[in-house]
């Protein structure tokens, strides 16, 4: 049995919260500058190089690299192992997602009740936290700050099976397409497909975790994802909604089994700030 302090749980959720604001993972921030040098469209071109010098300044004057820093979300692989000292795992999680918040002057953007108070709780706090149990001892937990504006541009569609490959491919391109500049292009793309229909916004969120550039494993489910992103970018839409030849940065597609009548698909957009960072405890 391997034991994790409560204290070390906190420390390390406030400042991942911090550093995820103020730094964009070096894949994301690579494939952006690839864009760049790629794109023909003298206004798509410009936008893409506002947005890295975006990120040069947030990095080394250490500000946050958008103004939205998201709704933290947090997802932990948590060992049969360990056990949590001094607290449980969600107020250790709370606790340094608002001191990380505070200390790091980042913006407070969740609402006590959806749909009768929307009062800001302050401390950007509940976090939303999924947590999965895995074999041995190990702690990893992975912060994906998610703005509000690309959050809204997604989308859930119970298919049929019948659908198929062709029913996937275009309630994805028409999700993105729909969405138009609203989640700041160029994006990364979130799809999930299987399960039930939450479990396919998770599996859309879980698969914005997968770095910038790395397919999935499985051939069949990489071609999908390269098709994917080749039929988004064919639409034009472009940086900020402008124009251009990428409107996506990156596709990434993950999947598990589903019922016999069903075929649900999920799309969780991130946008250009597509901000994520991983720590072991």
């Not at 999965?132 to 690309?150: N, R």
């Not at 494993?217 to 390269?226: H, P, S, T």
Request: net charge neutral; charged share 20%.
């Amino acid at each position: 049995m391997r034991t994790v302090l409560y204290s070390s749980i906190v420390n390390t959720v406030r400042q991942m919260c911090i550093d995820a604001a103020y730094v964009l993972p070096d894949d994301v921030l690579a494939r952006i500058k690839q864009a760049h040098s790629d794109e023909t469209f003298p206004r798509a071109r410009d936008i893409l190089g506002q947005i890295i010098e975006n990120a040069n300044i947030a990095a080394e004057k250490k500000i946050p690299v958008c103004q939205d820093t998201g709704f933290a979300l947090f997802f932990v692989k948590m060992g049969c192992g360990v056990r949590v000292d001094g607290g449980n795992l969600n107020d250790a999680v709370n606790e340094g997602t608002r001191k990380g918040y505070a200390e790091g002057y980042l913006r407070g953007s969740i609402v006590n009740d959806p749909v009768f108070d929307r009062k800001n709780t302050s401390g950007n706090t509940p976090a939303l936290i999924h947590v999965d149990l895995v074999d041995g001892e190990q702690f990893e937990i992975t912060i994906l700050p998610k703005g509000g504006g690309c959050e809204n541009m997604g989308g859930l569609a119970m298919l049929k099976p019948a659908d198929g490959l062709p029913g996937i491919i275009k309630f994805v391109r028409e999700t993105v397409a729909g969405a138009g500049g609203n989640p700041c292009p160029p994006t990364v793309v979130g799809v999930g497909i299987g399960g039930t229909a939450d479990a396919a916004c998770l599996l859309a969120k879980k698969a914005l975790l997968r770095p910038v550039g790395v397919n999935h494993a499985d051939n069949r489910y990489a071609k999908l994802e390269n098709g994917l992103l080749e039929e988004i970018n064919a639409s034009g839409i472009g940086p900020q909604g402008l124009g251009g030849k990428h409107t996506a940065l990156w596709v990434s597609v993950e999947y598990m089994p589903c019922h016999i009548a069903s075929m649900p698909v999920a799309v969780s957009i991130n946008c250009h700030a597509a901000r994520r960072l991983t720590a072991v405890l």
